[in-house]
């Protein structure tokens, strides 16, 4: 990649000075649409809309053209239709900016010779000197540099490590969305719809250089140069996870991807090996790949295989030895002293210190935990370990108590802290799965309350999941890559 | 099954009265935890609680010892602890109750040769006329009956058609409560825990000419008479489905399952090999035993195939395409002439009328969903039509309104209506996935709102996912099962 790409890059995701060119001052186009969205997100910097109407929307003055602005522009978003999008492109190459992001769609997805035509008008006036996010995208959401997707007026403003590459613009709203209470923060995600200029492969080297990003993320339906993105998933996933989400793996998965970005799919035997050669870590859907890109962010970075699940009742064991083995872990008895120790703390009967550690009472303290946790964690044999908490359970509580609501009663702030207090103490990571499973709308209250400890642990960096499943799924996917990466060092040293 | 245990089994599920045996006065134990549960229940019959000091307990007169009972009791529920249980068992018995369920633990699965012998006594006991839930058990949901489990004081009073059968007590409390919000009402549910004399084989066939039962759930992790249970399932799952959520199928799972129930797990191969010579249906985890038992009990009972997905993004249709090939569903395009009548009511650019049908926009009006469906409801090449909405979109629309609260502007109730009208003019069925996709705490109110779309939907029949997948995948399961069910009933006639 050029110093001058480099650059360019740079001036699109963190823009001083953005034209919204198609504007209307009223009803719900894309340029209004953005417009408000940008402004409710708070980009600091100078935003200039356009319309050949002029006016005044917002506050803001609307130039009659881009030939009209004062200033200089970093980026452009357009929002005419198609037939126009040329010659806006043009305007914003000839004003100097670094480059577009194009949200109107007609292009090639349309299926039309015209919608062809313009693509290629707009992928020539490219090569002359402008970048192209788009066309038929979503466009770009860089939390440092104050940029939002098309809706996205209410994303998070918070800068993080994860970075995401999609041929979908519903994908990467929702999984910006799901970041959001996941606990995962973005660098920056770029909606790359048809991929006129920018695509995969040229995003995905950039990226891997990027001090701002370290885990990346994916959704591909497929690629425009096979050998060069190979090359570049090698490279970057040979530094940093790479997650991917391939689309249309199926044969009628496949005969969809054509009619929605119009790219060749491929055989599912071909990209999975892929993947396997290039150790890039697969998910099957957004679920998927943002629970891997939980564990990739916040646990430390190594292979696990050997876990401890502190949790309450018999099924659970048997149901965590089934995960742990369909995924590539295993539960060891805890040593002998250690159990005893443990066994101490525990309530009787109904109890087990073997690991599954069952607490047999869904309402442990805060001390009983943090006292599990600890001693557990002195077990060598132990690389991580895994709590489930049913909070739901505090709302037969609240009814026995006759309480009116649950949350005063329930120590989730104490059990977080003690949580996060084993993990400093032991340096063992500990993973949090919180389930809802009561979600009536009168239960309203125990949801909030999950979300409300799903936050409080995420901000001290520990990951929360669902479901064990989804918790040891992706403890599989962080473990896998590490060992991998770690295999290949030596090789080749 | 004779005609005493059905008699019997209909006192335990619906007594008249109950003696609760070792309700303390204060604590949380689970005599007065059931006291509790079974008081905020609403359980309409008698509650004698018993405890050898007596006294006064939540205005209700506590009995020296179940001699002391002035009435006839139907059902004893018995929390003493362990070694104080046959004794209670046998007053019970004298007493000239049907049935007791143990709640106490300390018996087999402690692992003991005491509690293996206490458990010993109780069974021997048993045979001389009494029948026994438990021990180490949650006891009976019935709401027909008003009896709930330990804790289930907010279970749901509503009776329907589904059944449960369970060795754990935590899948038990944990299926009742995802029923309540998923849309699933139940006619029996029963937390076996150790069997010491009710087990798995015979509740399976009572419930398999329950006249209100007329769908099965079951979690076991091992079944005492192997071919009596088969031949149990062969019978019942010919007449009505079963799905069987069998724990412990892995290795390590194998070995858990011995220290929870102590029963024999059984290879994989053997239990898989099982449930598909019996036409039963297996699900992996609750979540997926739920959303099974869901379509089972909302759709009309047949085979499906061809699928019409109604939805926003090309990202979508691919995603349909690859889960509609993995669980063997196809999605048609539709009928030229009926693609043209839909392609009339869709925003341009961006849309399809081809199927997936993309309406391209989050915001559908209620008059274009109900215009979409019935139209596609005319091509005879589809069996059922899914609608995905997206409703955490219109907080965007909110935001851009400068609108306070989401709700108000969502026509979530009139999108609902559309939809059943649909399936009422044109008697094809439809299913509705709500991705919940906002989960912060600050966005409980968009939660909320999707929440209650389910319990409207549900209310009219309309079953509701979480996601594509697990709609596309029970409906699967529901069309297996009738497949299979149909062609053994030929090859026999």
């Known amino acids: 990649m050029t110093g001058d790409t480099h650059d360019s890059l740079k001036r699109i995701f963190e823009p001083e000075s953005i034209a919204v060119i198609g504007v209307a001052t009223e009803g719900f186009g894309f340029g209004r649409g953005i417009l408000i969205s940008l402004l409710a997100y708070g980009y600091p910097g100078k935003i200039y809309p356009v319309n050949p109407k002029g006016g005044v929307t917002h506050g803001l003055t609307i ?129 790359l719809g048809n991929g006129a200029d920018l695509r995969e492969t040229e995003l995905l080297r950039y990226l891997g250089s990027d001090p701002d990003t370290e885990v990346i993320g994916m959704y591909i339906e497929g690629v425009k140069d096979g050998p060069a993105f190979f090359d ?37 035997v071909i990209w999975e090996s892929v993947f396997r050669q290039c150790n890039a870590i697969q998910a099957v859907d957004l679920d ?41 872990m295993c539960i060891p008895e805890l040593k002998e002293d250690i159990q005893k120790q443990i066994d101490l703390l525990l309530p009787k009967p109904g109890s087990s210190a073997r690991n599954p550690i069952d607490i047999a009472n869904p309402y442990v303290t805060p001390e009983v935990l943090n006292g599990v946790l600890v001693r557990a964690a002195q077990d060598d044999a132990v690389d991580v370990q895994i709590v489930i908490q049913l909070l739901y359970h505090y709302k037969a509580l609240a009814i026995s108590f006759g309480a009116d609501s649950v949350k005063p009663l329930t120590p989730f702030k104490e059990l977080a802290d003690a949580i996060d207090d084993a993990v400093n103490a032991t340096k063992k990571p500990v993973i949090a799965v919180l389930p809802d499973l009561k979600q009536e709308v009168e239960s309203i209250e125990v949801t909030e309350m999950i979300r409300e400890t799903r936050k409080i642990l995420t901000d001290m960096g520990i990951p929360v999941y669902d479901d064990l499943r989804n918790a040891v799924q992706s403890l599989n996917a962080l473990s896998g890559y590490y060992k991998k990466k770690k295999a290949r060092e030596k090789a080749l040293q």
Not at 294 to 319: F, S
């Open 232 to 268: 570049a998933l090698h490279d970057v996933a040979s530094r940093k996870p790479v997650i991917v989400l391939k689309g249309g793996l199926s044969e009628a998965g496949g005969r969809a991807v054509q009619s929605h970005t119009a790219s060749m799919g491929g055989s599912s």
């Open 63 to 191: 130039y009659r053209s881009v030939e009209d602005i004062p200033g200089r522009i970093d980026l452009g978003i357009i929002a005419v239709p198609a037939p126009k999008v040329p010659e806006a492109v043009e305007a914003c190459r000839k004003k100097g900016a670094a480059g577009v992001e194009i949200l109107s769609s007609g292009f090639r997805e349309a299926g039309t010779p015209e919608g062809r035509e313009l693509e290629e008008r707009i992928s020539r006036i490219a090569a002359e000197g402008i970048r192209i996010i788009g066309p038929n995208c979503f466009g770009i959401y860089s939390p440092r540099g104050g940029l939002t997707f098309l809706p996205g007026p209410d994303l998070s403003r918070e800068s993080g490590p994860v970075a995401f590459i999609s041929q979908s613009g519903g994908h990467s709203i929702d999984f910006a969305h799901m970041g959001k209470w996941k606990g995962l923060a973005f660098s920056k995600m770029i909606s």
């Open 288 to 328: 998927e790949l943002s629970d891997y890109a939980l564990a990739l962010t916040m646990l430390p970075h190594r292979e696990y295989r050997r876990i401890t699940i502190v949790g309450g009742g018999g099924a659970l064991g048997v149901y965590a030895a089934d995960m742990a083995e369909r995924y590539g």
